[in-house]
Protein backbone atom coordinates (compact mmCIF):
# COMPACT_ATOMS: atom_id res chain seq x y z
CA UNK A 1 0.00 0.00 0.00
CA UNK A 2 1.30 3.71 -0.58
CA UNK A 3 2.35 5.95 1.81
CA UNK A 4 1.81 9.56 2.15
CA UNK A 5 4.07 12.61 2.01
CA UNK A 6 4.07 15.57 4.14
CA UNK A 7 5.76 18.76 2.57
CA UNK A 8 5.53 21.80 5.33
CA UNK A 9 7.99 24.04 3.57
CA UNK A 10 8.10 25.64 0.87
CA UNK A 11 9.79 25.18 -2.38
CA UNK A 12 9.11 23.42 -5.42
CA UNK A 13 7.91 20.09 -6.65
CA UNK A 14 8.74 18.89 -10.14
CA UNK A 15 9.27 15.76 -12.01
CA UNK A 16 12.56 14.64 -13.12
CA UNK A 17 12.62 12.11 -15.27
CA UNK A 18 10.34 9.53 -13.65
CA UNK A 19 10.81 10.35 -10.21
CA UNK A 20 9.14 13.43 -8.18
CA UNK A 21 12.02 15.99 -6.79
CA UNK A 22 10.92 18.58 -4.04
CA UNK A 23 13.50 21.23 -3.97
CA UNK A 24 13.56 23.40 -0.88
CA UNK A 25 15.30 25.67 1.53
CA UNK A 26 16.40 22.52 3.55
CA UNK A 27 17.57 20.99 0.52
CA UNK A 28 16.74 18.78 -2.13
CA UNK A 29 14.40 15.27 -1.70
CA UNK A 30 13.84 12.82 -3.90
CA UNK A 31 9.95 10.93 -3.36
CA UNK A 32 10.22 7.30 -4.64
CA UNK A 33 6.96 7.98 -6.90
CA UNK A 34 5.82 4.32 -7.22
CA UNK A 35 4.85 4.00 -3.68
CA UNK A 36 3.17 7.53 -3.33
CA UNK A 37 -0.46 7.99 -2.82
CA UNK A 38 -0.63 11.28 -1.42
CA UNK A 39 1.22 14.62 -0.94
CA UNK A 40 -0.02 16.94 1.64
CA UNK A 41 1.38 20.55 0.76
CA UNK A 42 1.43 22.99 3.21
CA UNK A 43 3.90 25.22 2.38
CA UNK A 44 4.22 27.52 -0.34
CA UNK A 45 5.16 25.32 -2.76
CA UNK A 46 5.54 26.30 -6.78
CA UNK A 47 4.26 22.90 -9.23
CA UNK A 48 4.48 22.77 -12.88
CA UNK A 49 2.19 21.53 -15.56
CA UNK A 50 4.34 18.39 -16.41
CA UNK A 51 4.02 17.75 -12.53
CA UNK A 52 0.23 17.46 -13.09
CA UNK A 53 0.22 15.27 -15.72
CA UNK A 54 2.44 12.93 -13.56
CA UNK A 55 0.75 12.46 -10.86
CA UNK A 56 -2.41 11.87 -12.82
CA UNK A 57 -0.33 9.29 -14.32
CA UNK A 58 0.85 7.88 -11.07
CA UNK A 59 -2.39 7.95 -9.61
CA UNK A 60 -1.15 10.32 -6.87
CA UNK A 61 -3.01 13.08 -5.15
CA UNK A 62 -2.37 16.31 -4.20
CA UNK A 63 -3.83 17.68 -1.27
CA UNK A 64 -3.35 21.77 -1.02
CA UNK A 65 -3.21 23.41 1.95
CA UNK A 66 -3.25 27.88 2.23
CA UNK A 67 0.26 28.21 3.19
CA UNK A 68 -0.19 30.97 5.55
CA UNK A 69 -3.52 30.02 7.05
CA UNK A 70 -3.48 26.24 6.77
CA UNK A 71 -6.85 26.00 5.44
CA UNK A 72 -7.91 23.17 3.03
CA UNK A 73 -7.97 24.66 -0.07
CA UNK A 74 -9.01 21.28 -2.11
CA UNK A 75 -7.05 18.52 -3.58
CA UNK A 76 -5.61 17.28 -7.17
CA UNK A 77 -7.88 14.48 -7.93
CA UNK A 78 -6.64 12.83 -11.26
CA UNK A 79 -8.53 11.68 -13.62
CA UNK A 80 -10.89 8.66 -12.45
CA UNK A 81 -9.17 5.51 -13.23
CA UNK A 82 -11.95 2.57 -12.01
CA UNK A 83 -14.44 4.02 -14.11
CA UNK A 84 -17.52 1.70 -13.22
CA UNK A 85 -20.54 3.68 -14.91
CA UNK A 86 -23.15 1.01 -13.27
CA UNK A 87 -21.96 2.41 -9.88
CA UNK A 88 -22.39 5.99 -10.62
CA UNK A 89 -25.37 5.67 -12.19
CA UNK A 90 -26.81 3.71 -8.85
CA UNK A 91 -25.08 6.42 -6.72
CA UNK A 92 -26.95 9.08 -8.38
CA UNK A 93 -30.50 7.07 -8.02
CA UNK A 94 -30.13 7.08 -4.34
CA UNK A 95 -28.81 10.79 -4.44
CA UNK A 96 -32.40 11.58 -6.28
CA UNK A 97 -34.50 9.42 -4.50
CA UNK A 98 -35.51 12.16 -1.31
CA UNK A 99 -36.69 8.97 0.45
CA UNK A 100 -33.56 6.98 -0.24
CA UNK A 101 -31.02 10.15 0.23
CA UNK A 102 -32.80 10.39 3.72
CA UNK A 103 -31.96 7.18 4.59
CA UNK A 104 -28.39 7.08 3.49
CA UNK A 105 -27.99 10.44 5.35
CA UNK A 106 -29.66 9.70 8.50
CA UNK A 107 -27.36 6.46 8.68
CA UNK A 108 -24.09 8.44 8.54
CA UNK A 109 -25.42 11.16 11.18
CA UNK A 110 -26.03 8.06 13.16
CA UNK A 111 -22.73 6.41 13.09
CA UNK A 112 -21.47 9.64 14.08
CA UNK A 113 -23.60 10.03 17.17
CA UNK A 114 -22.64 6.61 18.40
CA UNK A 115 -18.71 7.35 17.97
CA UNK A 116 -19.01 10.39 19.86
CA UNK A 117 -20.98 8.22 22.65
CA UNK A 118 -18.29 5.96 22.49
CA UNK A 119 -16.04 8.32 23.13
CA UNK A 120 -18.14 9.85 26.09
CA UNK A 121 -18.28 6.56 27.77
CA UNK A 122 -14.75 5.86 27.62
CA UNK A 123 -13.99 9.08 29.39
CA UNK A 124 -17.52 8.86 31.94
CA UNK A 125 -15.57 5.21 32.86
CA UNK A 126 -12.47 7.45 33.56
CA UNK A 127 -14.39 9.57 36.33
CA UNK A 128 -14.74 12.93 34.07
CA UNK A 129 -17.53 14.49 34.21
CA UNK A 130 -19.50 13.63 31.13
CA UNK A 131 -22.91 12.33 32.26
CA UNK A 132 -25.02 15.35 31.14
CA UNK A 133 -23.53 15.58 28.17
CA UNK A 134 -23.94 11.71 27.12
CA UNK A 135 -27.23 11.95 28.24
CA UNK A 136 -28.34 14.44 26.36
CA UNK A 137 -26.50 12.73 23.05
CA UNK A 138 -28.76 9.87 23.62
CA UNK A 139 -31.79 11.86 23.80
CA UNK A 140 -31.31 13.98 20.98
CA UNK A 141 -29.99 10.76 18.62
CA UNK A 142 -33.70 9.26 19.41
CA UNK A 143 -34.77 12.08 17.01
CA UNK A 144 -32.97 10.61 14.55
CA UNK A 145 -35.00 8.65 12.40
CA UNK A 146 -38.03 11.68 13.04
CA UNK A 147 -36.19 13.85 10.91
CA UNK A 148 -38.37 14.25 7.43
CA UNK A 149 -35.83 16.36 5.67
CA UNK A 150 -31.94 16.42 4.98
CA UNK A 151 -31.80 19.80 6.10
CA UNK A 152 -33.29 19.41 9.73
CA UNK A 153 -30.92 16.16 10.14
CA UNK A 154 -28.58 18.53 9.33
CA UNK A 155 -28.98 20.75 11.97
CA UNK A 156 -29.75 17.85 14.67
CA UNK A 157 -26.37 16.57 13.90
CA UNK A 158 -25.20 20.09 14.43
CA UNK A 159 -26.57 20.13 18.11
CA UNK A 160 -25.89 16.46 18.66
CA UNK A 161 -21.90 17.52 17.38
CA UNK A 162 -22.39 20.94 19.77
CA UNK A 163 -23.13 19.23 23.25
CA UNK A 164 -20.00 16.60 22.36
CA UNK A 165 -17.54 19.83 22.17
CA UNK A 166 -19.26 21.10 24.96
CA UNK A 167 -18.10 17.78 27.17
CA UNK A 168 -14.41 18.11 25.73
CA UNK A 169 -13.68 20.88 28.38
CA UNK A 170 -14.19 18.08 30.87
CA UNK A 171 -11.88 16.01 29.43
CA UNK A 172 -8.89 18.05 28.69
CA UNK A 173 -9.19 20.07 31.89
CA UNK A 174 -7.12 22.84 30.52
CA UNK A 175 -7.22 26.30 30.62
CA UNK A 176 -5.85 27.00 27.55
CA UNK A 177 -8.04 24.52 25.65
CA UNK A 178 -11.45 25.58 26.45
CA UNK A 179 -14.08 24.87 23.80
CA UNK A 180 -16.23 28.02 24.33
CA UNK A 181 -17.96 27.60 20.77
CA UNK A 182 -17.00 26.05 17.34
CA UNK A 183 -15.29 28.03 15.16
CA UNK A 184 -13.91 27.87 11.60
CA UNK A 185 -12.30 29.45 8.86
CA UNK A 186 -11.10 30.97 10.76
CA UNK A 187 -11.09 29.09 13.75
CA UNK A 188 -10.74 31.67 16.73
CA UNK A 189 -8.92 29.56 19.29
CA UNK A 190 -6.25 26.67 20.39
CA UNK A 191 -9.17 23.79 20.68
CA UNK A 192 -10.85 24.57 17.46
CA UNK A 193 -7.59 24.91 15.14
CA UNK A 194 -6.99 21.59 16.33
CA UNK A 195 -10.38 20.19 15.82
CA UNK A 196 -10.29 21.84 12.20
CA UNK A 197 -6.75 20.83 11.44
CA UNK A 198 -7.73 17.21 12.32
CA UNK A 199 -10.85 17.25 9.89
CA UNK A 200 -9.37 18.40 7.49
CA UNK A 201 -6.54 15.57 7.59
CA UNK A 202 -9.65 12.99 7.70
CA UNK A 203 -10.92 14.31 4.84
CA UNK A 204 -8.41 14.19 2.57
CA UNK A 205 -7.91 10.47 3.92
CA UNK A 206 -11.26 9.75 2.98
CA UNK A 207 -11.15 11.25 -0.15
CA UNK A 208 -7.86 8.95 -0.94
CA UNK A 209 -9.69 5.65 0.12
CA UNK A 210 -12.74 7.18 -2.23
CA UNK A 211 -9.97 6.99 -4.87
CA UNK A 212 -9.51 3.86 -4.64
CA UNK A 213 -13.03 2.73 -5.09
CA UNK A 214 -15.69 2.93 -7.81
CA UNK A 215 -17.60 5.51 -5.77
CA UNK A 216 -17.86 9.24 -6.89
CA UNK A 217 -16.78 11.43 -4.46
CA UNK A 218 -19.24 14.45 -5.43
CA UNK A 219 -22.39 12.53 -4.81
CA UNK A 220 -22.55 12.90 -1.33
CA UNK A 221 -25.89 12.33 1.23
CA UNK A 222 -26.19 13.99 3.66
CA UNK A 223 -24.12 16.88 2.93
CA UNK A 224 -25.24 18.59 -0.39
CA UNK A 225 -23.99 17.44 -4.18
CA UNK A 226 -23.37 20.47 -6.17
CA UNK A 227 -20.77 19.44 -8.68
CA UNK A 228 -18.15 21.79 -7.83
CA UNK A 229 -16.93 20.17 -4.55
CA UNK A 230 -16.46 16.60 -2.71
CA UNK A 231 -19.19 15.44 -0.45
CA UNK A 232 -19.06 12.10 0.37
CA UNK A 233 -16.42 11.95 1.71
CA UNK A 234 -17.18 14.55 4.01
CA UNK A 235 -20.04 12.19 5.25
CA UNK A 236 -18.00 9.26 5.69
CA UNK A 237 -15.79 11.29 7.61
CA UNK A 238 -18.57 12.07 9.80
CA UNK A 239 -18.18 8.11 11.60
CA UNK A 240 -14.52 8.36 12.06
CA UNK A 241 -14.05 12.00 13.42
CA UNK A 242 -14.51 11.16 16.98
CA UNK A 243 -12.58 8.13 16.94
CA UNK A 244 -9.49 9.54 15.05
CA UNK A 245 -9.73 13.02 15.31
CA UNK A 246 -10.78 13.55 18.58
CA UNK A 247 -8.89 11.28 20.32
CA UNK A 248 -5.71 11.88 18.96
CA UNK A 249 -6.34 15.90 20.11
CA UNK A 250 -6.94 14.36 23.60
CA UNK A 251 -3.43 12.40 23.27
CA UNK A 252 -1.40 15.20 21.83
CA UNK A 253 -3.00 17.75 24.87
CA UNK A 254 -3.49 15.23 27.62
CA UNK A 255 0.88 14.37 26.83
CA UNK A 256 1.59 17.80 26.20
CA UNK A 257 2.93 16.89 22.69
CA UNK A 258 1.46 20.37 21.48
CA UNK A 259 1.19 23.33 24.05
CA UNK A 260 -0.14 26.89 23.43
CA UNK A 261 2.95 27.87 22.31
CA UNK A 262 3.02 25.53 19.02
CA UNK A 263 0.57 28.15 17.72
CA UNK A 264 0.31 31.58 16.14
CA UNK A 265 -2.19 34.14 16.37
CA UNK A 266 -2.73 35.80 13.16
CA UNK A 267 -5.04 38.61 12.23
CA UNK A 268 -8.12 36.67 12.13
CA UNK A 269 -8.01 33.71 13.94
CA UNK A 270 -5.22 31.09 15.79
CA UNK A 271 -3.08 29.31 13.43
CA UNK A 272 -0.83 25.85 14.34
CA UNK A 273 2.67 26.19 13.85
CA UNK A 274 4.78 24.23 11.86
CA UNK A 275 6.42 22.72 15.25
CA UNK A 276 2.50 21.76 16.24
CA UNK A 277 1.80 20.44 12.36
CA UNK A 278 4.82 17.68 12.58
CA UNK A 279 3.88 16.45 15.96
CA UNK A 280 -0.06 16.22 14.66
CA UNK A 281 0.71 14.76 11.35
CA UNK A 282 3.33 12.19 12.77
CA UNK A 283 0.55 11.37 15.40
CA UNK A 284 -2.35 11.24 12.47
CA UNK A 285 -0.20 8.92 10.31
CA UNK A 286 0.84 6.20 13.46
CA UNK A 287 -2.74 6.46 14.20
CA UNK A 288 -4.30 5.49 10.89
CA UNK A 289 -1.53 2.65 10.76
CA UNK A 290 -2.90 1.22 14.20
CA UNK A 291 -4.56 -1.96 13.07
CA UNK A 292 -7.41 -3.64 15.04
CA UNK A 293 -9.30 -6.78 14.68
CA UNK A 294 -12.05 -7.30 11.87
CA UNK A 295 -14.48 -10.12 12.92
CA UNK A 296 -16.17 -10.30 9.03
CA UNK A 297 -12.93 -10.14 7.38
CA UNK A 298 -10.89 -12.39 9.71
CA UNK A 299 -8.02 -10.79 10.43
CA UNK A 300 -6.01 -7.46 11.42
CA UNK A 301 -7.04 -4.26 9.14
CA UNK A 302 -5.58 -0.84 9.97
CA UNK A 303 -7.72 2.13 10.69
CA UNK A 304 -7.32 3.48 7.25
CA UNK A 305 -8.06 0.15 5.35
CA UNK A 306 -11.15 0.59 7.90
CA UNK A 307 -12.15 4.24 6.09
CA UNK A 308 -11.78 2.05 2.55
CA UNK A 309 -14.26 -1.16 3.93
CA UNK A 310 -16.67 1.82 4.94
CA UNK A 311 -16.76 2.72 1.64
CA UNK A 312 -16.99 -0.56 0.19
CA UNK A 313 -20.00 -1.06 2.44
CA UNK A 314 -21.52 2.50 0.70
CA UNK A 315 -20.72 1.14 -2.50
CA UNK A 316 -22.84 -2.20 -1.24
CA UNK A 317 -25.66 -0.27 -0.63
CA UNK A 318 -26.14 1.98 -3.71
CA UNK A 319 -25.54 -1.02 -5.96
CA UNK A 320 -26.82 -3.95 -4.27
CA UNK A 321 -29.51 -3.06 -2.04
CA UNK A 322 -26.98 -4.52 1.05
CA UNK A 323 -27.97 -1.96 4.08
CA UNK A 324 -25.26 0.26 4.58
CA UNK A 325 -24.06 -0.26 8.63
CA UNK A 326 -21.88 2.67 9.98
CA UNK A 327 -18.62 1.06 11.88
CA UNK A 328 -19.19 1.75 15.89
CA UNK A 329 -16.02 1.56 17.65
CA UNK A 330 -16.53 -1.12 20.53
CA UNK A 331 -14.26 0.86 23.08
CA UNK B 1 -25.16 -3.31 -20.11
CA UNK B 2 -29.21 -3.67 -20.51
CA UNK B 3 -28.24 -3.59 -24.78
CA UNK B 4 -26.27 -6.71 -24.55
CA UNK B 5 -24.45 -8.22 -22.46
CA UNK B 6 -20.81 -9.19 -23.29
CA UNK B 7 -19.52 -12.56 -22.88
CA UNK B 8 -15.64 -12.82 -23.03
CA UNK B 9 -13.28 -15.54 -21.85
CA UNK B 10 -12.21 -13.98 -18.85
CA UNK B 11 -15.98 -13.98 -17.52
CA UNK B 12 -16.07 -17.40 -18.03
CA UNK B 13 -13.25 -17.83 -16.02
CA UNK B 14 -14.25 -16.25 -13.44
CA UNK B 15 -17.90 -17.77 -13.61
CA UNK B 16 -16.51 -21.49 -13.04
CA UNK B 17 -15.55 -20.37 -9.52
CA UNK B 18 -17.25 -17.50 -8.33
CA UNK B 19 -20.83 -16.36 -10.18
CA UNK B 20 -20.55 -13.55 -8.09
CA UNK B 21 -17.21 -11.95 -9.31
CA UNK B 22 -18.10 -12.57 -12.92
CA UNK B 23 -21.07 -10.35 -12.11
CA UNK B 24 -19.15 -7.56 -10.30
CA UNK B 25 -16.67 -7.50 -13.70
CA UNK B 26 -19.33 -7.51 -15.79
CA UNK B 27 -20.50 -3.84 -14.19
CA UNK B 28 -16.15 -3.03 -14.50
CA UNK B 29 -16.90 -2.79 -10.56
CA UNK B 30 -12.97 -3.93 -10.76
CA UNK B 31 -11.18 -5.57 -7.30
CA UNK B 32 -9.05 -3.98 -5.38
CA UNK B 33 -5.74 -3.03 -7.29
CA UNK B 34 -3.66 -2.69 -4.12
CA UNK B 35 -3.77 -6.28 -3.94
CA UNK B 36 -0.93 -8.27 -3.95
CA UNK B 37 -2.29 -11.36 -6.70
CA UNK B 38 -3.87 -8.59 -8.70
CA UNK B 39 -0.42 -6.56 -8.66
CA UNK B 40 1.53 -9.76 -9.61
CA UNK B 41 -1.27 -10.87 -12.16
CA UNK B 42 -0.94 -7.67 -13.88
CA UNK B 43 3.12 -7.50 -14.21
CA UNK B 44 2.81 -11.22 -15.06
CA UNK B 45 0.83 -10.36 -18.15
CA UNK B 46 2.53 -7.30 -18.99
CA UNK B 47 5.95 -8.97 -18.45
CA UNK B 48 6.02 -12.75 -19.52
CA UNK B 49 4.49 -12.26 -22.79
CA UNK B 50 7.16 -13.82 -25.44
CA UNK B 51 8.35 -11.20 -27.09
CA UNK B 52 7.05 -10.05 -30.39
CA UNK B 53 3.58 -11.38 -29.66
CA UNK B 54 0.46 -9.66 -29.19
CA UNK B 55 -3.07 -9.59 -27.56
CA UNK B 56 -5.42 -10.74 -30.10
CA UNK B 57 -9.00 -9.54 -30.40
CA UNK B 58 -11.84 -12.25 -31.21
CA UNK B 59 -15.30 -10.91 -30.32
CA UNK B 60 -15.70 -9.42 -26.52
CA UNK B 61 -12.63 -10.95 -25.87
CA UNK B 62 -8.66 -10.99 -25.88
CA UNK B 63 -6.31 -13.76 -26.08
CA UNK B 64 -2.91 -13.69 -24.06
CA UNK B 65 -0.81 -15.53 -27.13
CA UNK B 66 -1.51 -16.64 -30.50
CA UNK B 67 0.83 -18.89 -32.24
CA UNK B 68 1.59 -20.97 -35.06
CA UNK B 69 2.98 -24.68 -33.99
CA UNK B 70 3.76 -26.56 -37.15
CA UNK B 71 0.70 -25.29 -38.96
CA UNK B 72 -1.41 -25.22 -36.01
CA UNK B 73 -2.83 -22.59 -34.46
CA UNK B 74 -2.12 -22.44 -30.64
CA UNK B 75 -4.34 -20.16 -28.33
CA UNK B 76 -2.03 -19.71 -24.57
CA UNK B 77 -3.51 -18.76 -21.48
CA UNK B 78 -1.38 -17.57 -19.01
CA UNK B 79 -2.26 -17.75 -15.33
CA UNK B 80 -0.36 -17.26 -11.89
CA UNK B 81 -0.73 -20.41 -10.77
CA UNK B 82 -2.38 -23.91 -10.84
CA UNK B 83 -5.31 -23.32 -8.38
CA UNK B 84 -7.98 -22.24 -10.92
CA UNK B 85 -6.56 -24.35 -13.81
CA UNK B 86 -10.07 -26.41 -14.23
CA UNK B 87 -11.69 -22.82 -14.99
CA UNK B 88 -8.83 -21.78 -16.88
CA UNK B 89 -9.47 -24.19 -19.18
CA UNK B 90 -13.29 -23.76 -19.70
CA UNK B 91 -12.02 -20.17 -20.84
CA UNK B 92 -9.70 -21.81 -23.54
CA UNK B 93 -12.42 -24.21 -24.11
CA UNK B 94 -14.78 -20.56 -25.28
CA UNK B 95 -11.81 -18.98 -27.13
CA UNK B 96 -11.31 -21.98 -29.52
CA UNK B 97 -15.15 -22.15 -29.74
CA UNK B 98 -15.41 -18.68 -30.72
CA UNK B 99 -12.51 -19.04 -33.05
CA UNK B 100 -14.18 -21.86 -34.79
CA UNK B 101 -17.40 -19.86 -35.23
CA UNK B 102 -15.11 -17.95 -37.65
CA UNK B 103 -14.14 -20.73 -39.10
CA UNK B 104 -10.78 -20.81 -37.37
CA UNK B 105 -9.88 -24.61 -36.08
CA UNK B 106 -6.95 -23.91 -32.83
CA UNK B 107 -5.77 -25.79 -30.46
CA UNK B 108 -5.50 -24.25 -26.72
CA UNK B 109 -2.69 -23.81 -24.33
CA UNK B 110 -2.33 -23.08 -20.83
CA UNK B 111 0.66 -22.12 -19.15
CA UNK B 112 1.59 -20.97 -15.65
CA UNK B 113 5.21 -19.62 -15.62
CA UNK B 114 5.55 -19.71 -12.04
CA UNK B 115 5.12 -23.41 -12.04
CA UNK B 116 6.58 -24.13 -15.34
CA UNK B 117 3.81 -25.55 -16.50
CA UNK B 118 2.61 -25.89 -19.67
CA UNK B 119 -0.90 -27.70 -20.99
CA UNK B 120 -2.77 -28.70 -24.00
CA UNK B 121 -6.05 -27.99 -24.75
CA UNK B 122 -8.27 -29.42 -27.59
CA UNK B 123 -12.05 -29.06 -27.65
CA UNK B 124 -13.84 -32.02 -28.15
CA UNK B 125 -17.63 -31.94 -28.65
CA UNK B 126 -18.14 -32.95 -25.13
CA UNK B 127 -16.39 -29.74 -24.14
CA UNK B 128 -18.82 -28.09 -26.79
CA UNK B 129 -21.97 -28.80 -25.12
CA UNK B 130 -20.70 -27.85 -21.73
CA UNK B 131 -19.47 -24.74 -22.52
CA UNK B 132 -22.55 -23.44 -24.41
CA UNK B 133 -24.79 -24.29 -21.21
CA UNK B 134 -22.23 -22.61 -19.46
CA UNK B 135 -22.48 -19.33 -21.21
CA UNK B 136 -26.26 -19.64 -21.14
CA UNK B 137 -26.15 -19.59 -17.44
CA UNK B 138 -23.99 -17.16 -17.35
CA UNK B 139 -25.69 -15.02 -19.42
CA UNK B 140 -28.73 -15.55 -17.14
CA UNK B 141 -26.47 -14.58 -14.16
CA UNK B 142 -25.45 -10.75 -15.94
CA UNK B 143 -28.80 -10.13 -16.75
CA UNK B 144 -29.96 -9.88 -13.02
CA UNK B 145 -29.80 -6.13 -11.50
CA UNK B 146 -27.56 -7.19 -8.43
CA UNK B 147 -24.96 -9.74 -8.13
CA UNK B 148 -25.37 -13.01 -5.96
CA UNK B 149 -24.67 -12.39 -2.19
CA UNK B 150 -20.87 -13.20 -1.46
CA UNK B 151 -20.39 -17.32 -0.42
CA UNK B 152 -17.64 -18.44 1.57
CA UNK B 153 -15.17 -20.09 -0.87
CA UNK B 154 -12.00 -21.19 -0.20
CA UNK B 155 -10.72 -18.53 -2.91
CA UNK B 156 -12.24 -15.79 -1.01
CA UNK B 157 -9.14 -16.08 1.19
CA UNK B 158 -6.93 -14.94 -1.51
CA UNK B 159 -9.52 -12.82 -3.55
CA UNK B 160 -9.22 -9.03 -4.22
CA UNK B 161 -12.43 -8.99 -4.00
CA UNK B 162 -12.45 -10.15 -0.04
CA UNK B 163 -12.73 -6.65 1.44
CA UNK B 164 -15.27 -5.55 -0.91
CA UNK B 165 -17.85 -8.27 0.19
CA UNK B 166 -17.04 -9.14 3.22
CA UNK B 167 -16.72 -5.59 5.08
Redesign the interface.
Given at each position: MGTSVYLFSGGQLRRKDNTLVFESPDGTKYLPVENIQEIYLFGEVDLTKSLLEFCSQKEILLHIFNSEYEYYMGTFYPREHLNAGHVTVKQVEYYLDPQRRLDLARRFVEGAARNMLQVLKYYRNRGKKVEGHLERIQELEGKIPETAEVPALMALEGNIREQYYRAFDAIVLQEDFQFDRRTRRPPENHLNTLISFGNSLLYSAVLRETYKTHLDPRIGYLHTSNYRRFSLNLDVAEIFKPILVDRLIFTVLGKKMITRRDFDAKLEGIYLKESGRKVFVSEWERRLGTTIRHRSIGREVSYRRLIRLELYKVEKHVVEGEEYRPFVAQW | ?EDEIRINGTLVWYYTFCPREAWLMS????P???DENVVIGRFLHENRQPRGRKEVEVGHSKLDVVRRDSGTLVVTEVKKSRHSLKGARMQVLFYLIELRKRGIEAEGELVVPEERKVERVVLTQEDRVKIEQTVEELRALLRRA??P?PKRIPACKRCAY???C??
Open positions: - | MRQMTDEDTPPGEYWA
